[in-house]
């Protein structure tokens, strides 16, 4: 039971504001799967915003000290279900990033963010260090890099990218130097064409030029955006109205349950939708800001700051991807987009963020 105290602590100002969200990404996930084959998908993503939203309370209960404490635990248990997908996992839409569980599936790479999130925050607070050396920093690459090369070849390159993010936001905030932030940038650069010619295949070398230019094949890799662009700009300032989007009716816009739901939020709530959902997630990036400079420690302040990238660069690059400002990938809206796995690992991340405040006050 949570003492007195600790419920006093409870903020409940972000706990509203991803109810918000979720319930509104459940209008419309409603409203989009409407003219489809499976018009009731809400039923299930309701299913796992309740068991999402338990999990979230659960983390809270327990002190992030005592789950941090199994940081080696959990890291080795989704390395271990990382490597089983990627020698023995079936192939599910080209990939095999789904772990099979009898009454459904789950992507164990989602969890992957968290594991590192909590892993490299126990990592970084126990360097007494003002800025990290390159020993540090290799060793928390390679922990990051582990999970990060399993996703990859699953392939998911959308998660690994975060993972890499979030590593990134991490080791910047525990004090990278100069000359070793350089030569990373270095490395990064140098990599982009060995990356481009021996690890990306075709389709996705396609979607980057799809990005430069939507037009080279309008109804194959371009439709996407395309599309997405037009539902957008139908919208217009209020929208077209709740069941009412055209685009999105009419099935033109593809996966709009999912990577591109927030096109479906443009033109059927306009630009007062877009900017109702952009003041939500603003709403809790800075209530999260506000946790970590309250945290009574430096683990508290990581666990947090890693949650927050991981949630913003997810955020931010589905935003952007709708809006034709990057090439296309599979990102689903933070706790909008239709799937159980990235709802219930950001909700699990919140729990984390919650707890940290919940406990500010602890000697």
């Known amino acids: 039971m949570l003492e007195r105290q600790l419920w006093r602590s409870i903020d409940w100002v972000t706990i509203l504001g991803l109810f918000v969200a979720a319930g509104f990404g459940l209008l419309v996930i409603y409203s989009a ?16 915003f309740v068991i999402g939203l338990s999990l979230m309370f659960v983390v809270m209960l327990f002190d992030y000290h005592t789950i941090v404490d199994r940081a080696e635990l959990l890291y080795v248990v989704i390395v271990g279900l990382l490597i089983y997908l990627v020698l023995f996992g079936g ?34 607070s126990g360097v007494r260090k003002d800025q990290l050396g390159t020993s540090e920093v290799l060793i928390a690459g390679l922990f990051a890099g582990v999970p990060l090369i399993l996703i990859a070849l699953q392939p998911d390159l959308g998660t690994a990218a975060t993972i890499g993010i979030v590593f990134t936001a991490m080791a910047l905030l525990a004090g990278v130097r100069t000359k070793l932030l350089l030569f990373g940038v270095f490395v990064v650069v140098l990599t ?35 599309q997405s662009m037009i539902a957008v700009g139908a919208g217009g300032f209020v929208g077209q109205g709740w069941l009412e989007g055209t685009q999105s009716q009419l099935q033109f816009l593809p996966t709009p349950h999912t990577d591109f739901i927030f096109a479906v939020v443009g033109e059927e709530f ?3 939708g877009v900017v109702t959902v952009i003041i939500l997630y603003l709403v809790i990036a800075l209530r999260s800001l506000e946790t970590a400079r309250r945290a009574r420690d430096r683990l508290g302040i990581y666990l947090v700051f890693g949650v927050l990238s991981m949630f913003v660069f997810q955020a931010l690059y589905n935003l952007s991807m ?42």
Not at 333 to 359: E, K, Q
């Open 33 to 48: 799967s409407q003219s489809g084959p499976t018009p009731e998908l809400y039923k299930a993503q309701i299913a796992r």
């Open 192 to 226: 982009v064409p060995l990356v481009w010619n021996f690890a990306l295949r075709d389709y996705q070398k396609e979607r980057v030029y799809s990005f430069l230019d939507p037009a080279r094949d309008p109804l194959g890799a371009g439709y996407q955006s395309i």
């Open 270 to 272: 306009g630009f007062v």
């Open 322 to 363: 709708v809006a034709g400002l990057v090439p296309i990938k599979g990102f689903p809206l933070p706790l909008m987009s239709y799937g159980g796995s990235s709802l219930l690992a950001t909700l699990v991340g919140f729990g984390l963020i919650l707890n940290v405040r919940m406990r500010c006050f602890v000697n």
């Open 91 to 124: 192939l599910r839409a080209g990939t095999n990033r789904w772990l099979e569980l009898g009454f459904g599936t789950f992507q164990p790479g989602e969890l992957a963010k968290i594991t590192v999130v909590v892993f490299l925050a126990k990592y970084f």
